[in-house]
Nanobody
């Protein structure tokens, strides 16, 4: 599986961005899709994940109520809608895929990352 994330950019605090991640292959709906992020000087952290059929979703506590993960299996694409952005959301965001369920901490496939910068 090859993953291509896009949609990052510079936004003011309180603003919104939508990240997209397009996946190659014809078995996209078998994969749990996830988003992770890594800020400068910090460890990579889990953001959100969605099961293959979209029926199970998991969020990190720090994004609940602000971020929404969704997927369009017809387009082989997963999205991360980010609202009420804060400066601490500044990070490189990575799209991931794995055949395990959305509670997994291990992902086999990673995209190249897209930078989100939130100014105060």
């Amino acid at each position: 599986v090859q993953l291509q994330a896009c949609g990052g950019g510079l936004v003011q605090a309180g603003g919104s961005l939508r990240l997209s991640c397009a996946a190659s292959g014809s078995t996209f709906n078998r994969y749990t899709m996830g988003w992770f992020r890594q800020s400068a000087g910090k460890e990579r952290e889990f953001v959100a994940a969605i099961s293959g059929n979209g029926g199970s979703i998991v969020y990190a506590d720090f994004v609940k109520g602000r971020f929404t993960i969704s997927r369009d299996n017809a387009k082989n694409t997963v999205y991360l809608q980010m609202n009420s952005l804060k400066p601490e959301d500044t990070a490189v965001y990575y799209c991931t895929a794995d055949l395990r369920g959305p509670t997994t901490n291990e992902y086999a496939y990673w995209g190249q990352g897209t930078l989100v910068t939130v100014s105060s």
